[in-house]
């Protein structure tokens, strides 16, 4: 397989990550009724997305070994398959570390995912209702972990 077909095969795993995780928001919030229901969809929404994000990146990072042991020692493939993976690597902790620090500071649970070809951190709290001082809170949070600008950061509630 080619160099280029291997980087469109890879973003589009990426990017089909993306489209799941929204995916997975929309119906999981859509599907919900009453209060009861709605504290289940979101406990079953963090754990089920957590779930999946690792099923998929523990995906890519065999596709990108299947990378770097096939490409030549030194060439651009295997230096960017290695990139890459050490990209991935350094946000999976990044994000592992913010949803713990989200959570110490009395946040019940939250997700949260770091852009790997952009600045975007989406942050998926859980909260009844996310005021102002939670969003700050938050962000402060991200900011002293990660150099991000705050039109990059999203918090989206869910209740």
Do not use: H, W
Not at 126 to 151: F, N, Q
């Amino acid at each position: 397989m080619s160099k280029k077909k291997k980087i469109i095969v890879l973003s589009c795993m990426i990017a089909l990550l993306a489209v799941t995780a929204v995916f997975n928001f929309v119906f999981t919030t859509q599907n919900v009724r009453s209060d009861e229901t709605v504290q289940t969809a979101a406990s079953n929404y963090f754990t089920q997305y957590r779930s999946e994000r690792l099923t998929n990146r523990n995906e890519e990072l065999l596709q990108l070994d299947s990378v770097i042991a096939n490409a030549e020692e030194g060439s651009l493939e295997m230096n960017d398959a290695l990139k890459m993976k050490i990209s991935l690597t350094e946000n999976t902790e990044k994000e592992m570390l913010l949803e713990n620090l989200i959570r110490a500071y009395g946040f019940e649970d939250a997700v949260v995912v770091i852009g790997l070809q952009s600045d975007n951190v989406n942050v998926m709290a859980k909260s009844p209702e996310l005021t102002a001082d939670d969003a700050v809170v938050i962000y402060s949070i991200i900011s002293e972990e990660i150099s991000v600008s705050p039109e990059n950061v999203k918090i989206i509630p869910i209740s």
